[in-house]
């Protein structure tokens, strides 16, 4: 993975939540890019707020699989194996997948809301949980910077 510049890892160090939004801003344009396809490919409509659920559904477990990787590489230091947080990643990334399936088809079933609007502020609510997540439990992100701390002394 290409290394970002000094200045960046000053302005958002691994393991911030901006660091981690602009990881974000990567997979959720494949998350996007996946949910047009998918809509499209079965000429879904603004209407059919269950067929848009199973989309999203499917486009957030695609894009979470992408996402992983990303997070493993560029947003966190992982004190963890790969095995270690793939298995705990995958029951995190379903929980997700279903409550923010959910959340998106109650809020378009329920509103009248553009489409990329409940989308944008869908993704934002699930992203900010999935970083508390990844951060804590699959990659272990504080415990890898202690043990770093620990060696230096």
């Known amino acids: 993975m290409v290394q970002p510049p000094a200045w960046f890892d000053r302005l958002?160090?691994?393991?911030?939540?901006?660091?981690?939004?602009?990881?974000?801003?990567?997979?959720?344009?494949?998350?996007a890019v996946m949910l047009v396809i998918l809509g499209w490919a079965g000429d879904v409509t603004r209407e059919q707020s269950e067929a848009w659920a199973v989309v999203w559904g499917i486009a957030w477990m695609g894009s979470s699989i992408v996402a992983h990787w990303v997070h493993r590489g560029f947003s966190f230091i992982p004190s963890t194996r790969i095995a270690y947080s793939l298995s705990t990643a995958l029951p995190i990334y379903t929980l997700s997948f279903i409550g923010s399936s959910a959340t998106f088809g109650l809020i378009l079933e329920f509103t009248t809301w553009y489409i990329w609007f409940i989308t944008g502020i869908n993704t934002g609510a699930w992203g900010i949980t999935q970083w508390l997540l990844n951060r804590t439990v699959v990659f272990r992100h504080d415990r890898a910077v202690r043990l770093a701390r620990a060696q230096e002394e």
């Open 12 to 31: 958002a160090p691994k393991g911030s939540l901006g660091r981690y939004a602009v990881a974000g801003v990567f997979n959720t344009a494949i998350f």
